[in-house]
Structure formats: C-alpha cells, structure tokens
C-alpha cells in the first residue's frame, strides 16, 4: 500500500503541532515536528544540537542540509510505514525540493494543508503558548502551571519571547511563504483551512475529511 503523507503547512503558531497531535492517532500516521526533533538534539547537547540552537533562539532558520538529513533519516524508520504528518517541514524552497523527490521516489502520495491564522492571534496565541521541557506537550497558560501528561511544569519555549517571534515570523515570511508559491507552480494540491477562531477539533475534523477524500482507503479514519 502506498505510504502517505500529510503536509502541514503555515507560520509559527498556526497550530501545527496541536493539528499533528490530533491527527496522527485517528489517521494512523507518523508524528514528524522538526521543531521537536531539533530542541530534543538541543537538550542532549551534542554536536548537532549546539549548532541548531544559535539558530533556534534566534528565531533563525536551520541550514537546509541540517534538516534536510534528520527527516530523510527519520521517514525510513518503522512507524512511518503507513505514512507520516510533517509538522513544520519544508520551510525553504529547497527543502521543499528534496522533499517532493523523497516522496517521488518512494511512490509517497502528498496533501498540503495550509492552516491560515492571522499574526494578530498568533501573536496572542505564542505569548500564552507553554510546553513541557519533558514530554513536549503543548498547552497555554489558562490551562495551569502543570503538563496533564506527565505533570511536569510547563514553561514559555525560549522562542516564543516576543523578540525570537518577530524574528521567527520574518523567517516566515522571506524563507517559508516562498514555499506555497513552489507548490502552486508544481501543481501540488493545497487545502485552505481557517486555523482560527474555532476549535481544534473542529480544525481538525476537516482536515480529516480532506484527507479521506484525497488519500481514500489508504488512510485510516477514526
Ligand atoms: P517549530 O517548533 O516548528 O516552530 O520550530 C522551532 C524552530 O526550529 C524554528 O524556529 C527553526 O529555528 C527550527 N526549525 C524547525 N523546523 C525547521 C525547518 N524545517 N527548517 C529550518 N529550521 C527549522
């Protein structure tokens, strides 16, 4: 069976991460975030993450190779058999290059869902954002100091500071957009979604439905 993939697309703070988490259990697919791929290689301090998190807290950009590599790796592992969500991948053109000849050459089918939110909510939105430096959930502050998963306390990401989401929403702008272009050109299919002013679920719900109506059989709904 043909392996899936569920592109999602947007800036910081679209809910990208919170659709992928809604999503991977109903669909059957893998969760990729290169976001919690990087701060993890960041925590463990190695190599690779000490050069990622100048870029990080910068609200910079990783170099394109850098990650290009982790999700060429990561895709090739088991649980990606049925097919995987990218959560904040590609975010440059090149990225999105190599991607489309991944995917091309493993006979990987593909749906670009571009969540739309305006950047006065998402700026709203980071300011109140936390995650757990444990488990990696996200949450916001009107949920408590506390992860529900694991109990740990949740903190403000060192980049959600409103001077890195300037930065990060500049990155967006020059380096990310650019991307949407790329596919239209390509003529990848884009699926536009309202990410704001409604619920999650209800966010994602659509998404689903485009996605059975895209991907059929070969992807599992709940
Ligand atoms: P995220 O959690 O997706 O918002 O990502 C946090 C940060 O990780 C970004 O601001 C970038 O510094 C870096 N990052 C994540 N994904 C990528 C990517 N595809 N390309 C380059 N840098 C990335």
Request: with cysteine; glycine share 10%.
């Amino acid at each position: 069976m043909a392996q899936f993939c569920l592109i999602l697309f947007g800036p910081p703070g679209s809910g990208k991460g919170t659709q992928a988490a809604l999503l991977r259990g109903r669909l059957g697919l893998a969760h990729i975030s290169t976001g919690d791929m990087l701060r993890a290689r960041i925590a463990s301090g190695d190599d690779l993450g000490q050069e990622a998190a100048a870029y990080v807290n910068a609200g910079a950009l990783v170099p394109d190779e850098v990650v290009n590599r982790m999700v060429e790796d990561r895709i090739q592992q088991a649980d990606c058999e049925r097919g995987f969500i990218l959560d904040g991948y590609p975010r440059t053109v090149a990225q999105a290059r190599l991607l489309g000849a991944m995917l091309k050459a493993r006979g990987v089918r593909s749906l670009v869902v571009h969540l739309r939110v305006s950047y006065n909510e998402i700026t709203a939105r980071l300011s109140a954002r936390r995650q757990c430096a444990r488990c990696g959930s996200i949450s916001n502050t009107s949920h408590g100091e506390f992860c529900v998963t694991c109990g740990s306390r949740m903190a403000l990401r060192q980049d959600d500071r409103p001077e890195v989401v300037k930065q990060r929403l500049e990155a967006y702008e020059a380096q990310t957009k650019p991307v949407l272009e790329y596919f239209r050109e390509a003529g990848v299919k884009i699926f536009e979604v309202e990410g704001g002013g409604r619920t999650p679920e209800a966010i994602a719900m659509e998404i689903e439905k485009a996605v059975e109506v895209d991907a059929g059989a070969n992807v599992r709904t709940a």
